[in-house]
């Protein structure tokens, strides 16, 4: 009898041992296992918010923000932001192992304009973006698209551009467009490559002034592809070229081996106060061939001056150089910059 009852215990071992196994990719309770992804500070990186946000005016799925998580066991997710002046976002589904995408759509109405910190939720993580909410008041902007209808008036494309590597916040095009109204403004962009660019925002000035377009989706291939972006009623196109690997820019510094050609100081420079964001150097360079550069200073009276990035277009353009340190002592000193190479020379003033 006690070998009968062995027997039992042995098999039920077996038939049900199986069912206690976890699957590596599956959450037997249904719901997915993985974390927010974030900056060091905390910040949801990377992040792309779309739509208008006016008072009073109740948001639907053209408000949405896009951000990613990096899924380790995959099943239904509900990610939520809390509710801050009226509104908030959320979605709902399932998700597979590895890194997604995930839109939020907004609901509700918000109250008050001004800026708003919003957290997002996701198992043990979460992560913050802003949203600016605009007055109910303020209408539609009128304008047009620098170099409309041909070239976009384009002064930089930033940030990497691989195939298979998906766009981030680092991936922007600068353009310039004229403002007859001030208000609210939406620029489209189609789908080419697996990326498309836009932008939304408001403005708050006439005249000639630059803007930002952002990049989302994946690169499918390499090779140059041509972007047409419209804000209805102005049209105009940019090339964005599209490698597999990263390579070097080549360039040359305005002015070299002389004086930096154009270049323009910003900021006040005093001995015994670090530099900010504000102390930094313009500097114009001539592209022959698209890529990454580095471009710096040596450190001269305790400070010195960095920039680098990606070189998308080629002619002439501007870059901006931030500046670090603390200066020692005051007078007129020369800083060599370097760069592919080559180099020039720019004079700082220090208090």
């Known amino acids: 009898m006690k070998w009968f009852s062995l ?21 037997p309770d249904g719901e997915s296992i993985g974390t927010l992804k974030d900056s060091t500070n905390g910040n949801c990186l990377p992040v792309t918010i779309r739509g208008i946000f006016k008072v ?3 948001l639907n799925n053209d408000n949405y923000v ?29 998700l597979g192992t590895g890194l997604n995408t995930i839109r939020l759509y907004a609901s509700g109405k918000p109250i008050t304009t001004g800026v708003n910190n919003f957290t997002i939720t996701y198992g043990l993580s979460s992560c913050r973006f ?46 310039t467009v004229n403002v007859t109204t001030i208000g609210t403004y939406i620029i489209n962009g189609t789908a080419v490559n697996g990326v498309t660019f836009n932008a939304d925002s408001s403005f708050a000035n006439p005249g000639i002034q630059n803007i930002l377009l952002r990049a989302t989706g994946t690169p499918l ?21 599209y490698t597999t690997s990263i390579t070097n820019a080549a360039y040359a510094l305005s ?9 323009t100081v910003m ?40 920039g680098s990035g990606t ?37 700082v003033t220090c208090n």
């Open 255 to 263: 002015g070299s081996p002389g004086n930096c050609t154009g270049a």
């Open 130 to 175: 802003s949203i600016t909410v605009f007055g109910g008041t303020l209408g539609t902007a009128l304008y047009t698209l620098g170099g409309s209808p041909g070239n976009c008036s384009v002064s930089s494309i930033n940030g990497n551009y691989l195939v298979g590597q998906p766009m981030t916040a680092a991936n922007t095009v600068a353009m």
């Open 221 to 241: 291939a390499n090779g140059l592809f041509n972007y047409a972006v419209t804000n209805a009623t102005t049209t105009c196109n940019f090339p964005v070229t």
């Open 7 to 27: 027997l039992l215990v042995v098999f039920a071992t077996i038939v049900f041992l199986p069912a206690c196994t976890k699957d590596g990719d599956t959450n």
């Open 267 to 306: 900021g006040t420079y005093t001995a015994g106060t670090a530099l900010t964001a504000g102390n930094n150097v313009v500097l114009n360079v001539n592209v022959t061939s698209p890529g990454v550069y580095t471009i710096a200073t040596s450190t001269v009276n305790g400070i010195s001056f960095l």
């Open 311 to 347: 070189f998308n277009l080629t002619g002439g353009q501007q870059i901006v150089l931030a500046g670090t340190g603390t200066p020692t002592a005051a007078g007129t000193f020369s800083f060599p910059v370097s760069g592919n190479g080559n180099s020039c020379g720019i004079m």
């Open 56 to 58: 009073d005016s109740v």
């Open 66 to 94: 896009d951000i990613q998580v990096d899924v380790a066991i995959g099943g239904t997710f509900d990610i939520k932001t809390d509710s801050v002046n009226g509104y908030s976002f959320k979605k709902k589904g399932t």
